[in-house]
């Protein structure tokens, strides 16, 4: 079992920049594909970034595209995403998800492609 904690949420500008990080204990983060999701207030939560378990390829929803980066460090067990030029829409509760290389069920782009969940942090931009 995985338990993950995401941390470096808050409020900023628009324009600004917000590195999230997702903290992984219980087994390496080596051999786990990660994602993050959002969610605003009254959507539904929508995919934004994941990267494969050998971190050779990262996909992005196109509204972040250009603006996000999602890296992970296996040594330190955590996964992250670099958000630049925040945009109001940006707003939402980020979630992070990872699921090990042998359950993998789907597209990475789906929710139910992931067993473990953070609790998820708040961003907020303001203009």
């Known amino acids: 079992q995985v338990q993950l904690v995401e941390s470096g949420g808050g409020s900023v500008q628009a324009g600004g920049s917000l590195r999230l990080s997702c903290a992984a204990s219980?087994?390496?983060?080596?051999?786990?594909?990660t994602g993050w999701f959002r969610q605003a207030p009254g959507k539904e939560r929508e995919f934004v970034a994941a990267?494969?378990?050998?971190?050779?390829?990262?996909y992005y929803t196109d509204s972040v595209k250009g603006r996000f980066t999602i890296s992970k460090d296996n040594a330190k067990n955590t996964v992250y995403l670099q958000m630049n030029s925040l945009k109001r829409e940006d707003t939402a509760v980020y979630y992070c998800?990872?699921?090990?290389?042998?359950?993998?069920?789907?597209?990475?782009?789906?929710?139910?492609?992931?067993?473990?969940w953070g609790q998820g942090t708040q961003v907020t931009v303001s203009s």
């Open positions: 990267i494969r378990w050998s971190g050779g390829s990262t």
């Open positions: 998800a990872a699921v090990s290389l042998g359950r993998a069920r789907g597209s990475m782009t789906e929710e139910n492609n992931y067993d473990y």
């Open positions: 219980g087994r390496s983060f080596s051999t786990y594909t």
